[in-house]
């Protein structure tokens, strides 16, 4: 005879509910979310050349609406999409508003620059935004604050972000000063999806290492 007991039965629900935490790399729209965000950069900077800054915008705004609605069609998560677009479409406007196709990358650089300032303050006055952003996309609480080597794995993390953006500005910040827009478009690239992967295997490891120091 089956055994249809209560504790049989609901045996299995708590694990059926659970809810998997997403990974980093999923929360940043995974290995198609990042390459999608510089397909448009890299679009842009074939089309400026060949047909010029009008046609090189309307191309890498359609791109990066076409990746948007891809992402759409297969169910994947539309945020990292939605937030392409609407960077795209930023950029695409401050390079229309100054008629220079170095102006699309001048978001990007004066962010890298106040993204950098402000992950250093935070690492100064002891609230790492590694750590900060980490507790409040997962709900994981603030405990590591007082913990001084839960805490070092944040800092350090939030130190390479910092060295990476302050990098990105310095670098890209002289190329727009001399005008070199292809070379822009070259460091926008390189400095772009392997820095970010270093940054991203860097805060992993100070994830893990906070979850290790306080369990």
Known sequence: MTDTSPERVTTGEP?????????????????????????????????????????????SLGIAVALGVW???????????????????????????????RGFFLYGIWYSLIAGLALVVSVIVRRPLVGVLWSVLNGSGFGWCTNRRARFGFDVATVVWAVFLLARFVVQDYLYDMRQTEWLGVARLVMGLPLTAAAALVTIWAIRRAARVAG
């Open 15 to 59: 694990a059926q509910s659970e809810q998997r935490t997403p990974t980093l790399l999923e929360q940043l729209g995974g290995i198609r979310g990042l390459v999608a965000s510089v397909v448009p950069v890299v679009v842009f900077v074939a089309v400026n050349p060949l047909a010029g800054l009008v046609p090189a915008i309307w191309t």
């Open 71 to 101: 992402r759409l069609i297969r169910r994947e998560a539309i945020q990292p999409a939605v937030s392409g677009i609407l960077g795209v479409a930023l950029c695409a406007f401050i390079a229309y508003r100054t008629g220079e196709a």
